[in-house]
């Protein structure tokens, strides 16, 4: 089974950028979709993005469209998401996922173990 390490977070102002990356082990990696959540304090956790095994399709929350863009590299066993114009917001733990099927439900297989990412306004 794939495991997850997601790394790439940090403290930035609001309308900066980060880059998440998600690595995973394991030669299983292109087997997976993949997905985006964010848990912020005191509040549930979310879908952010997801991408599918050969990346022909990707969904997005409403909350991100236009300033994430969820990406994947099969051969490097990695993920990404791109977040510019950040908002204060968007501060949460992000935790990358992979699963069979691409849902934009918790429904994933394996879980990384989180980084966090806060906007300050």
């Known amino acids: 089974q794939v495991q997850l390490v997601e790394s790439g977070g940090g403290l930035v102002q609001a309308g900066g950028s980060l880059r998440l990356s998600c690595a995973a082990s394991?030669?299983?990696?292109?087997?997976?979709?993949m997905g985006w959540f964010r848990q912020a304090p005191g509040k549930e956790r979310e879908f952010v993005a997801g991408?599918?095994?050969?990346?022909?399709?990707?969904y997005y929350a409403d909350s991100v469209k236009g300033r994430f863009t969820i990406s994947r590299d099969n051969a490097e066993n990695t993920g990404y998401l791109q977040m510019n114009s950040l908002k204060p917001e968007d501060t949460a733990v992000y935790y990358c996922?992979?699963?069979?099927?691409?849902?934009?439900?918790?429904?994933?297989?394996?879980w990384g173990q989180g980084t966090q990412v806060t906007v300050s306004s």
């Open positions: 394991g030669r299983t990696f292109s087997t997976y979709a």
């Open positions: 991408i599918a095994r050969s990346s022909t399709n990707t």
């Open positions: 996922a992979a699963g069979i099927v691409l849902t934009t439900s918790a429904e994933y297989d394996v």
